[in-house]
């Protein structure tokens, strides 16, 4: 039976139906297993794992893996190239990412090209002898966006890997798997638990050989989940698509009055999601000042929960100097549109 994303976000990842069975997989809290089987050890798998990792999965259309973060996700895909291997990346992304990249860049651990993902000609011709292409489609967080199909397509031409960061559009936007993408990565702290209560990442892959590479990274690396909340990930997981739809819906409302905003300079919104970035017409210091005057809005870092978050993004020493002082990154939550948009217009009557 072919379902709707939706109904997926809901049924995906539950106990075969048996009577009395448990609608909902049990967290399994154990370090070791009877021999004969196919774990062993703790370290290898887990049955609440393994619930989390086929929903995503079947979300994304491939087999996943979770772990301990998305940054652990992250750099278990650059911890199987060679020492030394180009790669090509986005010259504006997300700063853990982009402190990794440059990290490795100057030791010799990767050759990072880094380029603006949305000159298409300037990626294209920085993927000569490339062994992988990072991309982030919407960036994080001035949300430029990638003519991904055509970039993976050229990159499949040449026999050069692809990952892309599908956390921002996620799977109810796009499907880099289904575009001929080897990775997608996602942290699933943001959109798909959407509590702000789980730190954890996840790859998908359509790659037999590439999913026991990236499985051993997660095993003799260390990068493991805890069960708990790989189960409370499954159960923000259920909600994803009501939240995340909601949350979209406020911010398409929310950029047209930021947009004729007289305090706002210029509003970045690729036209899909729910995060919002727009440039203050002030100073880094008066910006600042807006996001500490929210009351509703939480001012702090990550995205992606129930609840709106907004930060100045340049408050964080390691992030991308092309990142405008002025820049408010706002994640927009699922309360009432009016209560948020009331909060944004007294923040901004703050200076």
């Not at 973060?69 to 895909?77: D, H, L, T």
């Not at 651990?109 to 993902?117: N, S, T």
């Not at 909340?229 to 930021?258: D, H, M, V, Y």
């Given at each position: 039976?072919?379902?709707?994303?939706?109904?997926?976000?809901?049924?995906?990842?539950?106990?075969?139906?048996?009577?009395?069975?448990?609608?909902?997989?049990?967290?399994?809290?154990?370090?070791?297993?009877?021999s004969g089987g196919p774990i062993g050890y703790g370290r290898y798998g887990n049955q609440t794992w393994s619930a989390l990792e086929s929903a995503i999965g079947e979300l994304e259309g491939g087999s996943t893996l979770i772990f301990s973060?998305?940054?652990?996700?992250?750099?278990?895909?650059?911890s199987i190239l060679p020492i030394g291997a180009p790669i090509v990346a986005s010259n504006q992304g997300y700063s853990g990412v982009m402190t990794l990249l440059n990290a490795f860049h100057e030791s010799g651990?990767?050759?990072?090209?880094?380029?603006?993902?949305v000159n298409t000609n300037e990626v294209i011709e920085a993927m000569k002898g490339c062994a992988l292409v990072w991309l982030e489609s919407p960036t994080n967080p001035c949300l430029d966006?990638?003519?991904?199909?055509?970039?993976?397509?050229?990159?499949?031409?040449?026999?050069?890997?692809?990952?892309?960061?599908?956390?921002?559009?996620?799977?109810?936007?796009?499907?880099?798997?289904?575009?001929?993408?080897?990775?997608?990565?996602?942290s699933v702290t943001k959109f798909l638990s959407g509590h702000s209560d789980v730190l954890m990442g996840s790859l998908s892959t359509n790659d037999p050989a590439l999913l026991k590479r990236l499985t051993d990274s997660r095993?003799?690396?260390?990068?493991?989940?805890?069960?708990?909340?790989?189960?409370?990930?499954?159960?923000?997981?259920?909600?994803?698509?009501?939240?995340?739809?909601?949350?979209?819906?406020?911010?398409?409302?929310?950029?047209?009055?930021?947009?004729?905003?007289?305090?706002?300079?210029r509003v970045r919104y690729p036209g899909?999601?729910?995060?919002?970035?727009?440039?203050?017409?002030g100073t880094g210091e008066q910006t600042q000042k807006v996001c500490d005057s929210s009351r509703l809005i939480t001012h702090a870092t990550s995205l992606g929960g129930v609840e709106s978050l907004w930060e100045r993004r340049?408050?964080?020493?390691?992030?991308?100097?092309?990142?405008?002082?002025?820049?408010?990154?706002?994640?927009?939550?699922?309360?009432?549109?009016?209560?948020?948009?009331?909060?944004?217009?007294?923040?901004?009557?703050?200076i």
């Open positions: 039976m072919d379902k709707h994303i939706e109904t997926t976000a809901i049924t995906a990842g539950r106990p075969d139906i048996a009577p009395d069975a448990s609608l909902n997989p049990p967290v399994v809290l154990t370090s070791t297993f009877h973060s998305g940054m652990a996700a992250i750099s278990a895909v650059f651990r990767l050759e990072v090209r880094f380029v603006d993902v966006v990638a003519e991904l199909e055509i970039l993976i397509a050229h990159a499949k031409k040449l026999g050069i890997g692809v990952a892309v960061d599908n956390t921002f559009a996620t799977p109810l936007v796009q499907n880099p798997l289904a575009m001929g993408a080897d990775i997608v990565m996602h095993s003799f690396n260390g990068s493991i989940p805890g069960p708990f909340e790989a189960w409370l990930a499954l159960r923000g997981l259920r909600t994803f698509p009501l939240r995340f739809n909601k949350s979209q819906e406020s911010a398409k409302i929310l950029i047209e009055r930021l947009k004729v905003h007289p305090k706002i300079r899909f999601g729910a995060i919002i970035s727009f440039e203050v017409d340049r408050r964080w020493p390691m992030e991308s100097l092309s990142v405008p002082e002025q820049l408010i990154r706002l994640s927009v939550g699922c309360e009432h549109v009016e209560d948020i948009w009331n909060d944004i217009e007294e923040a901004l009557a703050s």
